[in-house]
Structure formats: C-alpha cells, structure tokens
C-alpha cells in the first residue's frame, strides 16, 4: 500500500493498493454489503464476510494486510477482515487508532492496518499478543506492505517506494492517475516476482484487484478500483452514494 500525506493540500491524503490473494478465493467489489453498517462502502470476501479495504461516509479508509508467515486463516483466531470494520465504526483515524488499540491482538493472526482521513493517518502493528502498537504515519509517501512502514528489507518497498517519490502526485480532481497506475502494474519480469507490485498468478496466488483512493479537505471521498490485476483490468469508479 502507497500513501501520500500531505496537509493543507485540498486532497490531502491519496493512497494505492495491490491485493494480493489466492485465485480461487472468492470476493465482491466495493459495495454497501453491510445493512447494518450504514455509509461503509468496502470489497467483500466471501470466505471470511470481513473486508480488505473500507471507506466510510465519514471520509475514514482503513485497509488491513498480513505480517510475513501469516497469509490465512488459523483455528481459533478471528479474521482480520474485520479489523477495516471495525475500525470505520470510529468518526476519524485518531480514533479508530485508539479503538483497535484497545483490542487484544491475540485474538487475530498478525496484522498491518493503516488508517487515513484528510486530517491524519496511523500504522498499527499487530503481532498476535498485547496490544497494537500505534504509529503516525508522516507528511510525504510512505510505502506499506507486510513488513513494517518504508521498510527497505521489503524487496517491494526497496524497489518501488524510491519510485512513488519520485513520480509526479495524481490530481484526483481531474482523473489522472496516470503515473500510480503505471506502477501498480509493475509485475517484476526484470525484477523478480518478490519484488513485483502486481504478482503474475504463481502456485494459484497473484494480485486480483486494485484501488486508488482519493481523500478530500472537506471529507469527500475519491475510489477507482480495478476488478482484476491493474494494467489489465480498467480502474473505474465506485459508486460511493453517501459514503
């Protein structure tokens, strides 16, 4: 996951993602699959009925994603497809940060979530006991994957967050994502597959979606979403009603 913070600006916080999965898992786009949770527009996995990514009427995104060694499901733990709910519960990322903080980690395997609105975002590390930890996440581009923030052991953040610092931003206000998309495409062929950003399908696993969020000064919301792996399948928008 890429995001860019930067204050003051009238979009003040812009964020990408891969999600990487195994093929034969299967999932929804973003829609309003929760009648009970009104105003949360998220992908839905079918498997464990939780989220990858959630965006709520309140402009507040949570996306969660592994720690290395954890990739499915364990007998006993909850899924963290939940953890994107539970968190939009909350009115902003400070709070949401402090609700899932509050948590027991050990009740879910090992975990990254970022949460972001226009005023401020967080990283929370959840490594299965105690508590999460809770970090801000900086003005500028910070790159996630299942390692912790900017992590250049990552072979993905080595190679690619240079890169996202050095392309021009998006300018959500007129469509051009041009750049971002170019390299959520990337899947490593001179690289190797470690290091690709959208994972050719390998052992029945690979990238099966993308997403591009947008979020607003005044609490609006921008979300283009590619139903398959990105520079195959066309980002488009997702209908957001009062989300």
């Known amino acids: 996951?890429?995001?860019?913070?930067?204050?003051?600006?009238?979009?003040?916080?812009?964020?990408?993602?891969?999600?990487?999965?195994r093929l034969d898992r299967a999932w929804d786009p973003p829609g309003p699959w929760w009648p009970d949770r009104p105003g949360v527009i998220a992908g839905r996995d079918r498997s464990g009925g939780g989220t990858w990514m959630a965006a709520s009427g309140a402009?507040?995104?949570?996306?969660v994603l592994n720690r290395p060694g954890s990739l499915g499901p364990a007998p006993g733990k909850r899924s963290r497809g939940e953890l994107?709910?539970?968190?939009?519960?909350?009115?902003?990322?400070?709070a949401a940060?402090?609700?899932?903080?509050?948590?027991?980690?050990?009740?879910?395997?090992?975990?990254?979530?970022?949460?972001?609105?226009?005023?401020?975002?967080?990283?929370?590390?959840?490594?299965?006991?105690?508590?999460a930890e809770v970090v801000p996440l900086?003005?500028?581009i910070s790159m996630v994957t299942a390692h912790d923030p900017n992590d250049l052991a990552s072979p993905r953040t080595a190679r690619h967050l240079p890169r996202f610092r050095a392309a021009p931003p998006p300018a959500p206000e007129r469509g051009d994502w041009t750049a971002w998309e170019a390299l959520l495409a990337d899947s490593g062929h001179a690289a190797?597959?470690?290091?690709?950003?959208?994972?050719?399908?390998?052992?029945?696993?690979?990238?099966?979606?993308?997403s591009l969020l947008a979020l607003g000064a005044a609490?609006?919301?921008i979300w283009r979403?590619?139903?398959?792996?990105?520079?195959?399948?066309?980002?488009?928008?997702?209908?957001?009603?009062?989300?």
């Open 1 to 21: 996951m890429i995001l860019l913070r930067r204050p003051g600006h009238p979009w003040p916080a812009l964020m990408a993602a891969n999600r990487d999965e």
């Open 59 to 63: 402009g507040l995104v949570a996306a």
């Open 84 to 94: 994107p709910l539970l968190a939009l519960e909350a009115g902003s990322a400070a």
């Open 97 to 131: 940060a402090e609700a899932i903080a509050a948590l027991p980690a050990s009740e879910w395997r090992p975990y990254n979530l970022v949460l972001a609105d226009h005023r401020d975002a967080f990283y929370l590390r959840g490594l299965g006991e105690g508590r």
């Open 138 to 140: 900086p003005e500028g």
């Open 192 to 210: 190797g597959i470690a290091e690709a950003l959208c994972v050719p399908p390998t052992g029945g696993f690979g990238t099966v979606c993308s």
């Open 219 to 221: 609490g609006e919301v």
């Open 225 to 243: 979403f590619a139903a398959g792996p990105p520079g195959k399948a066309p980002f488009r928008p997702v209908p957001l009603g009062g989300a």
